[in-house]
């Protein structure tokens, strides 16, 4: 390895490295050192999917879950039970070898015991956390939505803390969405905030505006409902909240700081709903908002802080399929039939988490894989 030191300046490094090139020097592929050290063995595929997990982290917390996985907690969760199910292909193998052997080999009993301890319960863990995993690597995407001049505008500049979209008296001045990602909770989410619904628009530029508005409620993780807490629901109200109540919603109730009573009957919007009374424009429970936002997303979650492997989409399908494999080795077990299926299954299961490590992984899921990366790493 050589390691060159020069002047920082753009054109001094384009300079040495066309001169480079010319000697016959080539530039790195994606991927290529981690490539390397996965195909020599020193690391699992697991640990060289994080390295990018790492530089594409949005958050300090999906830092910390990549960090995690580089240093091998997936792996480590996975070869257990790949040890396990070699050590029962293994039992089995001997009682396929030896069926007029008087003394039981295998117990189909602790069988079946096993491989719902060691094999099925690990894998449904693992198959929870990969939720996890895509929300703290790929984000969420929250909505603002609601009629004009309820204070959308003013919330996302509030929560970002920056003066991002333009704040006026005048009913309808957000003609398009704008956008920015937010850390939230160490959710990367992606706020958006949305021109205001109402029935007739005044121009066609508004139009176009609603209609974006109600595309981008439609791909929303989470619609953030803001009402005007300074006066009654209005029908507009009510009819945009049944709109958008086929997503996930929380309601957000402005402007308390000028609000004199508790006009807002939320029972005319839904018997259920969840909501949060805020002041945009004084700053009032903006962080009560942020953790009602993380608790809404992660609600049915179980153990949601808990352990530190990330599952990405690959593995999740991965551990899908080895479920799905251990699953049939447990029916055919419970019908009473031959072993030799349950052999077929649990080998099934082993070359799925195989793919996972990087062990049985076809070349061109290789080549895909280590295409997201950049030049070199």
Same mark, same amino acid.
């Given at each position: 390895?050589?390691?060159?030191?020069?002047?920082?300046?753009?054109?001094?490094?384009?300079?040495?490295?066309?001169?480079l090139l010319d000697l016959g020097v080539r530039l790195a592929e994606p991927g290529e050192f981690t490539k390397r050290a996965f195909l020599n063995g020193r690391i699992d595929l697991t640990r060289a999917e994080a390295v990018i997990d790492v530089l594409a982290a949005k958050t300090r917390k999906g830092v910390d879950l990549a960090q995690e996985q580089l240093s091998g907690a997936l792996f480590d969760r996975i070869e257990p039970v790949r040890d396990s199910l070699l050590n029962m292909r293994a039992v089995i193998e001997v009682a396929i070898d030896f069926p007029d052997e008087d003394v039981d080999i295998i117990s189909e009993y602790d069988l079946l015991a096993r491989i719902g301890s060691e094999v099925e319960r690990p894998l449904l863990y693992l198959l929870q956390q990969a939720e996890q995993g895509r929300v703290y690597r790929d984000g969420i995407t929250v909505v603002i939505a609601g009629l004009p001049n309820v204070g959308k505008s003013s919330l996302l500049n509030t929560i970002l803390q920056e003066k991002r979209a333009l704040v006026t008296e005048i009913p309808g001045t957000t003609r398009d969405s704008i956008e920015e990602y937010v850390d939230i909770c160490g959710m990367p989410v992606r706020l958006i905030d949305t021109a205001g619904i109402r029935?007739?628009?005044?121009?066609?530029?508004e139009e176009l505006g609603i209609q974006r508005a109600r595309e981008l409620i439609n791909m929303a993780d989470l619609v953030l409902f803001m009402v005007d807490g300074s006066r009654p629901l209005e029908? &507009? $109200? +009510?009819?945009?909240?049944?709109?958008?109540?086929?997503k996930p919603v929380l309601v957000v109730i402005?402007?308390?700081?000028?609000?004199?009573?508790?006009?807002?009957?939320l029972r005319k919007l839904s018997k259920d709903c969840?909501?949060?009374?805020?002041?945009?424009?004084?700053?009032?429970?903006i962080d009560i908002l942020k953790d009602q936002i993380f608790k809404t997303i992660t609600a049915g979650t179980d153990q949601w802080e808990e352990g530190g492997c990330a599952p990405n989409l690959r593995h999740k399908l991965a551990l899908g399929k080895a479920l799905d494999a251990c699953r049939r080795a447990i029916n055919t077990l419970s019908a009473g039939l031959t072993i030799d299926l349950i052999a077929v299954d649990l080998q099934d299961?082993?070359?799925?988490? &195989? $793919? +996972?490590?990087?062990?049985?992984?076809?070349e061109d899921i290789l080549d895909v894989i280590f295409e997201q990366f950049c030049l070199g790493k």
């Amino acid at each position: 390895m050589v390691e060159i030191h020069c002047h920082g300046s753009y054109l001094v490094l384009q300079n040495v490295l066309e001169l480079l090139l010319d000697l016959g020097v080539r530039l790195a592929e994606p991927g290529e050192f981690t490539k390397r050290a996965f195909l020599n063995g020193r690391i699992d595929l697991t640990r060289a999917e994080a390295v990018i997990d790492v530089l594409a982290a949005k958050t300090r917390k999906g830092v910390d879950l990549a960090q995690e996985q580089l240093s091998g907690a997936l792996f480590d969760r996975i070869e257990p039970v790949r040890d396990s199910l070699l050590n029962m292909r293994a039992v089995i193998e001997v009682a396929i070898d030896f069926p007029d052997e008087d003394v039981d080999i295998i117990s189909e009993y602790d069988l079946l015991a096993r491989i719902g301890s060691e094999v099925e319960r690990p894998l449904l863990y693992l198959l929870q956390q990969a939720e996890q995993g895509r929300v703290y690597r790929d984000g969420i995407t929250v909505v603002i939505a609601g009629l004009p001049n309820v204070g959308k505008s003013s919330l996302l500049n509030t929560i970002l803390q920056e003066k991002r979209a333009l704040v006026t008296e005048i009913p309808g001045t957000t003609r398009d969405s704008i956008e920015e990602y937010v850390d939230i909770c160490g959710m990367p989410v992606r706020l958006i905030d949305t021109a205001g619904i109402r029935e007739e628009a005044g121009e066609v530029v508004e139009e176009l505006g609603i209609q974006r508005a109600r595309e981008l409620i439609n791909m929303a993780d989470l619609v953030l409902f803001m009402v005007d807490g300074s006066r009654p629901l209005e029908d &507009g $109200d +009510i009819t945009l909240y049944q709109s958008v109540s086929h997503k996930p919603v929380l309601v957000v109730i402005n402007k308390i700081d000028i609000a004199e009573n508790d006009d807002v009957d939320l029972r005319k919007l839904s018997k259920d709903c969840r909501s949060v009374s805020v002041s945009a424009r004084e700053q009032y429970n903006i962080d009560i908002l942020k953790d009602q936002i993380f608790k809404t997303i992660t609600a049915g979650t179980d153990q949601w802080e808990e352990g530190g492997c990330a599952p990405n989409l690959r593995h999740k399908l991965a551990l899908g399929k080895a479920l799905d494999a251990c699953r049939r080795a447990i029916n055919t077990l419970s019908a009473g039939l031959t072993i030799d299926l349950i052999a077929v299954d649990l080998q099934d299961c082993l070359d799925h988490l &195989g $793919d +996972i490590v990087g062990l049985t992984t076809t070349e061109d899921i290789l080549d895909v894989i280590f295409e997201q990366f950049c030049l070199g790493k």
